[in-house]
């Protein structure tokens, strides 16, 4: 039982680059959502989605994007990098009775 | 905005005390909160959770004390072993059918053997 599969889990991007994080969870979860983790903070909710063909923003949404055309991906897309997105990017999927499971994260240097 | 917050960045212990990690909120409509458990390199892993129609729950050597006079909460860690070295956070579940998390800022949990 993978979970939530995060992929890539080390990026680096020039600055204005833009690239797509991927998230995939195979436990049917409805709720799928997108975290940024900065050092000495605790996470931040950027994006998330209740369903399919449904998403809304979070805290920090500038910068991402975000679709969810199958209840199994939950895809970022960074539109052009800038060096504040630099952080460690967190995948979390849940249900309304069950806790949220986290991906391993993705570790994204922007230079 | 509403927050969840921690008391203390740093706690040290040794090996086989009780460890108490504290826990405020500031949003008096929040009825359900979460304790993740963040190794170094991984993701936030659950422990255990309350809602607010209880004042204490228990897992296995944990306990979670929910005061919600004071809009306070606290993980205890029974007989802290070197393996429960990690971040731990309190988070706020809420959003529509609570489908977002809202964290605070961590509390780092050393044991030493």
């Known amino acids: 039982n993978a979970g939530v599969t995060q992929t890539p889990k080390f990026q680096v991007l020039k600055t204005g680059q833009s690239m797509t994080l991927q998230c995939a969870q195979d436990?049917?979860?409805?709720?799928m959502s997108w975290y940024r983790q900065d050092p000495g903070m605790g996470l931040r909710l950027i994006h998330y989605s209740v369903g399919a063909g449904i998403t809304d923003q979070g805290e920090v949404p500038n910068g991402y994007n975000v679709s969810r055309s199958t209840t199994e991906d939950f895809p970022l897309r960074l539109l052009s990098a800038a060096p504040s997105q630099t952080s460690v990017y967190f995948c979390?999927?849940?249900?309304?009775?069950?806790?949220?499971?986290f991906g391993q994260g993705t570790r994204l240097t922007v230079v | 905005g509403e927050s969840v917050g921690l008391h203390l960045p740093t706690l040290s212990v040794q090996e086989g005390d009780n460890s108490i990690i504290n826990c405020a909120y500031s949003n008096s409509a929040s009825d359900y909160f979460i304790w993740y458990k963040q190794e170094s390199g991984k993701g936030p892993q659950f422990i255990i959770d309350i809602r607010s129609n209880m004042d204490k729950r228990q897992g296995q050597r944990v306990t979670v004390l929910l005061n919600k006079t004071v809009k306070h909460l606290s993980l205890q860690i029974a007989a802290t072993q070197p393996g429960d070295s990690a971040v731990y956070f309190c988070?706020?579940?809420?959003?529509?059918?609570?489908?977002?998390?809202?964290f605070g800022k961590g509390t780092m949990l050393l044991v030493s053997p």
């Open positions: 979390a999927s849940s249900s309304p009775r069950s806790e949220a499971f």
């Open positions: 436990m049917n979860h409805e709720y």
């Open positions: 988070a706020e579940k809420g959003g529509s059918g609570y489908s977002t998390l809202t």
